[in-house]
């Protein structure tokens, strides 16, 4: 009976931890602030560098609320607000190369489903209203 009562505290435990792990509001903005995003996966799948003319890339900037970067051919610039863990994208500008490969047609469908984000560690996840991960980017 001990052990079965301890073994539930240790998962609350083990639960509370992991969920102070991630940074919110204002602790967040200044961490997403702090160097560039260089894009890692999509849908969970490790991205094939070869469908990008570059890999895709976001720089935030806090004092602006701005956001700017490629989307692995043409380069974008908007703006962006944060409440919480909500995410919400301005309306983006982007230049208009001719680009080969899916990855960016991708990439900006799945950029433009975005509503909430996680920071852990040095990486940045991107969720759809669903609260599915489409996006994962590592810190620069």
Do not use: H
Not at 9 to 27: D, M
Not at 35 to 48: A, C, F, P, V
Not at 87 to 116: D, H, R
């Amino acid at each position: 009976m001990k052990t079965k009562f301890l073994n539930v505290i240790c998962a609350i435990i083990l639960v509370g931890l992991q969920s102070c792990s991630c940074k919110k509001g204002a602790e967040a903005v200044a961490e997403l602030s702090t160097g560039g995003w260089e894009l890692e996966q999509m849908n969970g799948e490790s991205i094939d560098p070869g469908e990008f003319a570059k890999i895709p890339a976001l720089n935030f900037d806090k004092a602006e609320s701005r956001i700017s970067g490629n989307s692995g051919c043409n380069s974008m610039s908007g703006s962006y607000t944060i409440n919480e863990d909500k995410i919400t994208f301005g309306p983006i500008a982007q230049t208009k190369m001719a680009c080969q490969g899916a990855g960016e047609g991708k990439f900006m469908t799945l950029f433009n489903s975005v509503q909430k984000f996680k920071l852990q560690g040095d990486k940045l996840n991107l969720y759809d209203g669903n609260g599915s991960k489409v996006l994962c980017f590592k810190k620069k």
